[in-house]
Nanobody, 126 residues
Framework: QVHLVESGGALVQPGGSLTLSCVTSGSPLKNYPIGWFRQAPGKEREGVSCITRGGGNTYYADSVKGRFTISRDNEKNMVYLQMNRLEPEDTAVYFC???????????????????WGQGTQVTVSS
């Protein structure tokens, strides 16, 4: 069983940057593909990005492609989401989650992820 805790959420102006962190404990991070998800007020949770166990493959939702970068450091049990050129529409609670479902590629289907963090708030506003 893996435990995940997100941090790094903040209030940031449009066009700004922010890096979210996800630290894991329990079972080694190297065993799990990791996804980042977000949930805006009144909306359903949606997948943002994911990364395979070794970091060799990633996926990005169209809405963040070219602006967000996911990375991981298995030695430090850390996963990161670098967010650039933030927009008000990026305002949401961001969650990291772990799955054992994917092998060489990854996806962001919510039902595939079995362990979730508590979330961190990102607000993009002037």
């Amino acid at each position: 069983q893996v435990h995940l805790v997100e941090s790094g959420g903040a209030l940031v102006q449009p066009g700004g940057s922010l890096t979210l962190s996800c630290v894991t404990s329990g079972s080694p991070l190297k065993n799990y593909p990791i996804g980042w998800f977000r949930q805006a007020p009144g909306k359903e949770r949606e997948g943002v990005s994911c990364i395979t166990r070794g970091g060799g493959n990633t996926y990005y939702a169209d809405s963040v492609k070219g602006r967000f970068t996911i990375s991981r450091d298995n030695e430090k049990n850390m996963v990161y989401l670098q967010m650039n050129r933030l927009e008000p529409e990026d305002t949401a609670v961001y969650f990291c989650a772990a799955t054992l479902f994917y092998q060489n590629v990854c996806g962001v289907r919510l039902s595939d992820y079995t362990s979730w963090g508590q979330g961190t708030q990102v607000t993009v506003s002037s």
